[in-house]
């Protein structure tokens, strides 16, 4: 994990508000087909509606914080949903802690 993509990956307002929404997903988006948002994550659709994005640009926004290992994808059929990596957030959290 590269400190300087991770940072990179936080330095846009709509990246971080993408974490935000999906830290609780139940109070940021509607229900979809796949209501799992726990085990699955959040149709791509549904967090481009919500940021007001073209999905091009919310497309490359969730590439760069995947990239960052602060999110992971799921695709199911033609659907790809997004959540929070647990893991990522906490290596985050430990470079923080114990790097700067």
Same mark, same amino acid.
């Given at each position: 994990? /590269? &400190?300087?993509e991770?940072?990179?990956?936080?330095? %846009?307002?709509?990246?971080l &508000?993408?974490? *935000?929404?999906l830290?609780?997903?139940?109070l940021h988006?509607?229900?979809?087909?796949?209501? /799992?948002?726990e085990n699955? $994550?959040v149709?791509? @659709?549904q967090? &481009?509606l919500k940021? $007001? =994005? *073209?999905q091009?640009?919310?497309s490359?926004? =969730?590439? +760069?914080?995947q990239r960052? /290992?602060? +999110?992971?994808?799921? #695709?199911?059929g033609q659907w790809?949903?997004y959540? #929070? %990596?647990?893991? @990522?957030?906490?290596k985050?959290?430990e +470079?923080i802690?114990?790097?700067?």
């Amino acid at each position: 994990m /590269d &400190q300087v993509e991770i940072f990179k990956a936080l330095s %846009n307002k709509t990246r971080l &508000q993408i974490l *935000s929404w999906l830290k609780e997903p139940k109070l940021h988006f509607p229900e979809q087909p796949n209501p /799992d948002f726990e085990n699955v $994550g959040v149709c791509v @659709g549904q967090i &481009q509606l919500k940021s $007001g =994005l *073209s999905q091009s640009t919310i497309s490359e926004y =969730l590439s +760069i914080l995947q990239r960052a /290992d602060l +999110i992971s994808s799921t #695709r199911l059929g033609q659907w790809t949903y997004y959540k #929070r %990596n647990k893991e @990522g957030l906490e290596k985050l959290s430990e +470079i923080i802690n114990t790097e700067l």
